[in-house]
C-alpha cells in the first residue's frame, strides 16, 4: 500500500485537474477546485514554498473520493 508524500500546492491542483477537477477558483492563500458533475469543491493551502501537511493532503484524497493507490498512479 503505497504511503502519501508531501508535495507542492500546485502539483496537488494538476493532479486534481488530470481526475476532472475545474479551476483553481479564488485567490489569496487557497485555491478552490470544483467538480463540474457533482459539484464538489475542494480548497487547496496556496502557500509558497511549502508543501502540504500530510493531514491536510489526506484530507483533499478524502473529499476527491479516489483512494491514495489511485492518487499515486496519477
Known amino acids: 500500500m503505497p504511503k502519501l508524500t508531501p508535495i507542492p500546492a500546485r502539483e496537488v491542483v494538476r493532479k486534481l ?9 479564488g485567490g489569496g492563500k487557497h485555491a478552490v477546485m470544483r467538480h463540474p458533475e457533482t459539484g464538489i469543491k475542494i480548497s487547496v493551502p496556496m502557500h509558497a514554498n511549502r508543501d502540504l501537511p500530510l ?12 483512494s491514495v493507490e489511485e492518487w499515486e498512479q496519477i
Open 17 to 25: 485537474r488530470q481526475i476532472g477537477y475545474e479551476g483553481p477558483f
Open 55 to 66: 493531514g491536510t493532503l489526506r484530507a483533499i484524497v478524502k473529499a476527491a473520493g479516489i
